[in-house]
T-cell receptor
Framework: KNEVEQSPQNLTAQEGEFITINCSYS?????LHWLQQHPGGGIVSLFM?????KKHGRLIATINIQEKHSSLHITASHPRDSAVYIC????????????WGAGTKLIIKP | DVKVTQSSRYLVKRTGEKVFLECVQD?????MFWYRQDPGLGLRLIYF???????EKGDIPEGYSVSREKKERFSLILESASTNQTSMYLC?????????FGPGTRLTVT
């Protein structure tokens, strides 16, 4: 079993829809990361959080430490949001390494 | 802004060639990482370095070596390239938890 599981693997939605991507993990963590990768592009960090909720524009990330679960929400989705969204966790025993989820491929149709 | 640069965006090499992939960061980060990214497998850590001349194996070090002679530069070496090393290679650097990525090098070994 992977230590970081994302769902769904693939998601196609219409422009304007509310999007939710989920991440569950099985290890103790010091932080959880959400990252974005556009086709052919590098990886960009969206959020790093260890509790509660963070918001940046139309993106919202939440984490429930007790349930070992995080969600990334996109409100009023747009075709430019089409990308792979990756969840990763910083293991509490390591300051350096991240444990990676497999990613969620999101396609927003106009 | 942190900048992580990689020497090439695209590279085509022949089987058996020695291949050097270079990564440079400009933020005086202690930690640097080399990943490969393959469809359906997500990011897998090849090697990381937490200081000059210090390195540790990641999850898939076989067939690779690394060099870190200066803090800002981390090189990935394929001693004898093989077709199963065709992949996207991503370099990252970090001080603590958050990693900053380069644009990636798409390597094709024929």
């Amino acid at each position: 079993k992977n230590e970081v599981e994302q769902s769904p693997q693939n998601l196609t939605a219409q422009e304007g829809e509310f999007i939710t991507i989920n991440c569950s993990y099985s290890v103790g963590i010091s932080a959880l990361h959400w990252l974005q990768q556009h086709p052919g592009g590098g990886i960009v960090s969206l959020f790093m959080l260890s509790s509660g909720k963070k918001k940046h524009g139309r993106l919202i990330a939440t984490i429930n430490i007790q349930e070992k679960h995080s969600s990334l929400h996109i409100t009023a989705s747009h075709p430019r949001d089409s990308a792979v969204y990756i969840c990763a966790v910083s293991h509490m025993d390591s300051n350096y390494q991240l444990i990676w989820g497999a990613g969620t491929k999101l396609i927003i149709k106009p | 802004d942190v900048k992580v640069t990689q020497s090439s965006r695209y590279l085509v090499k022949r089987t058996g060639e020695k291949v050097f992939l270079e990564c440079v960061q400009d933020m005086d980060h202690e930690n640097m990482f080399w990943y490969r990214q393959d469809p359906g497998l997500g990011l897998r850590l090849i090697y990381f370095s937490y200081d000059v001349k210090m390195k540790e194996k990641g999850d898939i070090p076989e067939g690779y070596s690394v060099s870190r002679e200066k803090k800002e530069r981390f090189s990935l070496i394929l001693e004898s390239a093989s077709t199963n090393q065709t992949s996207m290679y991503l370099c990252a650097s970090s001080w603590l938890y958050e990693q900053y990525f380069g644009p990636g090098t798409r390597l094709t070994v024929t």
